[in-house]
């Protein structure tokens, strides 16, 4: 029940991010012929790739690992060895790669 529920959050999560990304897409594509300047949507463009990559790298690098973590014990296998290893590491991973996607995307 309550993997159920850590499931049903993270997918919620998911959803919600995912719908204002399409939102903030349709706004700048919107607002791209409106009277804001150039530099500024030039602006707003690396801040929204930043933010798309931002979004990935914990599901990538929290969700996924955490969830296996959870899960496969329940289904009787085993992390052992390498896999386990990088299971347990990907999660303290990303703190430190957000302020490096930043860094990349914004100039």
Do not use: E, W
């Amino acid at each position: 029940m309550s993997l159920a529920l850590a499931m049903a959050l993270f997918g919620a999560t998911a959803v919600v991010i995912d719908t204002c990304i399409v939102l903030i897409l349709r706004k700048l594509r919107v607002s791209g012929s409106s009277l804001i300047s150039k530099q500024r949507s030039a602006t707003q463009h690396q801040l929204l790739n930043a933010l798309i990559v931002q979004t990935f790298i914990p599901k990538i690098f929290s969700y996924i690992p955490l969830g296996m973590i959870f899960t496969v014990p329940l289904l009787g296998l085993n992390l052992t060895g390498v896999y386990g290893d990088l299971m347990i590491m990907a999660p303290a991973i990303f703190p430190s790669l957000d302020p490096i996607i930043m860094l990349y995307f914004v100039r």
